[in-house]
């Protein structure tokens, strides 16, 4: 089944993994908000094969800088399921 796992670990300094998995073939985005909506960095974006799989973000926005300490949202994306978890940054 399509499941988006608890970032770890959790609270993080300075990079966290997140696990997802994917039922059948599908098109995923895994995007990072603020607490204020704003985007902050996109993970992942493409075809993920059915399986488990991870990626780690490293507390750095799009443009490579370090974001500040605080709660952050991490979403996934595909053409039938959209999920958010909560994470926290330390620094």
Do not use: C
Not at 6 to 15: E, G
Not at 17 to 27: A, G, H, Q, R
Not at 38 to 65: C, E
Not at 72 to 88: G, P, R
């Amino acid at each position: 089944s399509f499941i988006l796992h608890q970032n770890y670990p959790n609270p993080f300094n300075p990079r966290t993994t997140i696990k997802y998995d994917v039922p059948k073939l599908s098109e995923v985005r895994i995007v990072v908000h603020d607490l204020m909506g704003r985007q902050v960095a996109t993970l992942f974006d493409g075809m993920k094969p059915a399986g488990y799989h991870k990626v780690i973000w490293d507390g750095s926005n799009q443009l490579g800088d370090e974001v500040s300490s605080g709660m952050y949202i991490y979403s996934i994306y595909t053409n039938e399921h959209n999920f958010s978890k909560k994470m926290i940054l330390l620094e």
